[in-house]
């Protein structure tokens, strides 16, 4: 375990709290790539939990059928299989039901070993806290981490962490 100031074990997942970046946080890719169809990806200084900034999806137009929905996500994580970890992040909502996140894990030639839920809570009217110890499948090299935001709503994510 690689540990930060001697005791804050680290995460395995850089920018958590959104602070770098411009209009987009660095380290974090989009999905869909493009804001399309008024939908849009924002890294937000005026709505935060902690420090200067969060991370906005802003759905105003529904998924088409078949498409995974808006997110900010990170692939080609490394991980250990057989592990567990911590996966945790604050959200808040405006107009929908959080719709939190999510682990997939993958092994040799990147072959899909699964996918595991990390749920939001029934409501998020203000920043609430999300923490799901998840275990990595045996075999498992990589992980990517997904945050999502449902249908026409905003979903706003600030000091995410997954640590070993």
């Not at 299989?81 to 894990?105: D, I, N, R």
Request: one cysteine or more.
């Amino acid at each position: 375990m690689t540990t930060v100031l001697g005791s804050q074990p680290a995460s395995l997942v850089q920018n958590g709290g959104f602070e770098q970046g411009g209009e987009l946080p660095d380290w974090w890719n989009r999905h869909p790539p493009k804001d399309t169809a008024g939908n849009r990806h924002l890294r937000d200084t005026a709505v935060r939990r902690s420090g200067k900034a969060s991370a906005l999806l802003w759905s105003v137009t529904p998924t088409p059928a078949g498409q995974a929905p808006i997110q900010w996500n990170r692939y080609g994580i490394p991980v250990d299989g057989g592990s567990a970890l911590q996966v945790s992040f604050y959200v808040k909502t405006e107009g929908v039901a959080p719709a939190g996140g999510g682990c997939h894990f993958y092994g040799k030639d990147r072959k899909h070993l699964g996918f595991i839920p990390v749920g939001g809570p029934a409501r998020a009217d203000d920043w609430t806290h999300v923490c799901r110890t998840v275990y990595v499948p045996p075999g498992a090299k990589t992980m990517g981490l997904a945050l999502y935001g449902k249908e026409r709503g905003r979903t706003w994510y600030d000091d995410g962490a997954v640590v070993a």
